[in-house]
Nanobody, 123 residues
Framework: VQLVESGGGSVQPGGSLRLSCIGS????????MGWFRQAPGKEREGVAT???????VYADSVKGRFTISKDNDKDTMYLQMNNLKPEDSAMYYC??????????????????WGQGTQVTVSS
């Protein structure tokens, strides 16, 4: 199983970015997947997750601004991030797990991780 993120970069506050995560070695539509982020000196935190049935969960801090989605035909997951704020700056990681989580935004239980893509929001 391999996960590869892309799409990070530097934007001004209020700007947008779309992150992509391509999965290989497994079927994206059969795994529970998500995006986590980690800022320097902070714990890795759940941002948004999506189940095999398409159900989604968002952290309160990103609700209404971020949208998670999947394209099963392309084995790719996305995170559309709008109205970005400086506090969104972090390394963003794609993750996947085989079983349904009790708490989707908790890091424990996720089996596979990408290498991360940096998002910096600054004026």
């Amino acid at each position: 199983v391999q996960l590869v993120e892309s799409g990070g970069g530097s934007v001004q506050p209020g700007g947008s970015l779309r992150l992509s995560c391509i999965g290989s070695g497994f079927r994206v539509d059969t795994y529970y997947m998500g995006w986590f982020r980690q800022a320097p000196g902070k714990e890795r935190e759940g941002v948004a997750t999506i189940g095999s049935d398409g159900s989604t969960v968002y952290a309160d801090s990103v609700k209404g601004r971020f949208t998670i989605s999947k394209d099963n035909d392309k084995d790719t997951m996305y995170l559309q991030m709008n109205n970005l704020k400086p506090e969104d700056s972090a390394m963003y990681y794609c993750t996947a797990r085989r079983n349904w989580p009790h708490d989707p935004l908790v890091r424990l239980g996720y089996n596979y991780w990408g290498q991360g893509t940096q998002v910096t929001v600054s004026s």
